[in-house]
Each structure stands twice: as structure tokens, then as C-alpha cells.
């Protein structure tokens, strides 16, 4: 625990009755929950699909699969739908940077393990990883 870091002295009795008591209080002065408790199941069934190494040392190869798929559907909608290109300028070092580096940051800013991709093996795709290797891929 933190206290042992920080040379804290804690009766672990009492902090254990204070977090029963701690949800009436926050209800109590007002505080409503943000999702149902359905939906926080949900979130742990899709999370341990995502993270169970279910893919073992095949999960790039997994990843890489619906990114080519992705491309192909994109590229067809584009067009079908007749989209024009992208200015060459947006696309040039200086400025592709300014747009590149804040989207990569986002991306591992929601990656859970540590600095870097994480390795989620499991067969759903973990958003931010494939969001993260979807900037480098287009």
C-alpha cells in the first residue's frame, strides 16, 4: 500500500468500514452513477476478450488483418463516394507532425500497460492499440 511508501500509520479495519460507508455517503450528497452496473459488465466481457491470449504470437498478424480490411473499405468508399485527396502540404513533414504526434499521444495515453503499444492477444481488438497502429499503417 501507499502508507508503507510514504511511512503512514493506517488501521486497515478502519479504512475498510470507511469504504462501506463511503457509496450512501456520495449518494447521499448527491452523487449519481455514470452507467448502468450492466454496463460495466459489459466492459470487463469485452476488456478479457481483448486481453485473454487468445491469439498467442499470432495478434500483429490479427491486427494487421483488420487493418488491411479497413483499408480496402475505405478505399472503396472513397471511391464510390468520390472524395477528393488530401492537399500535398497536409501530408508534408512540418505540418503532418502538428496533427500525427497529438493523435499518437492520445492513443497511448490510453494504453494500460506500460510506454508503448500494449500487447493485447485476445480476439477482440483493443481500441487504442488498433486506433495506435492505425495512425502508422495509413
Known amino acids: ?54 491469439t498467442a504470437h499470432l495478434w500483429f498478424l490479427y491486427y494487421l488483418l483488420m487493418l488491411v480490411a479497413g483499408f480496402a473499405v475505405a478505399s472503396l468508399l472513397v471511391t464510390a463516394w468520390k472524395i477528393p485527396p488530401l492537399p500535398g502540404w497536409l501530408l508534408s513533414a512540418p505540418v503532418c507532425l502538428l496533427v500525427l504526434v497529438p493523435l499518437t499521444a492520445t492513443a497511448q495515453f490510453f494504453m494500460r500497460q506500460s510506454f508503448g503499444p500494449d500487447t493485447a492477444m485476445g480476439i477482440l481488438p483493443w481500441p487504442p492499440k488498433l486506433f495506435y497502429y492505425t495512425l502508422f499503417f495509413g
Open 1 to 54: 500500500m501507499i502508507v508503507g511508501l510514504i511511512k503512514v500509520e493506517v488501521d486497515r479495519e478502519e479504512v475498510m468500514a470507511g469504504r462501506e460507508n463511503l457509496v450512501p455517503y456520495l449518494v447521499e450528497q448527491g452523487a449519481v452513477a455514470k452507467a448502468p452496473a450492466s454496463s460495466d459488465a459489459l466492459i470487463g466481457i469485452y476488456t478479457w476478450l481483448a486481453m485473454v491470449p487468445l
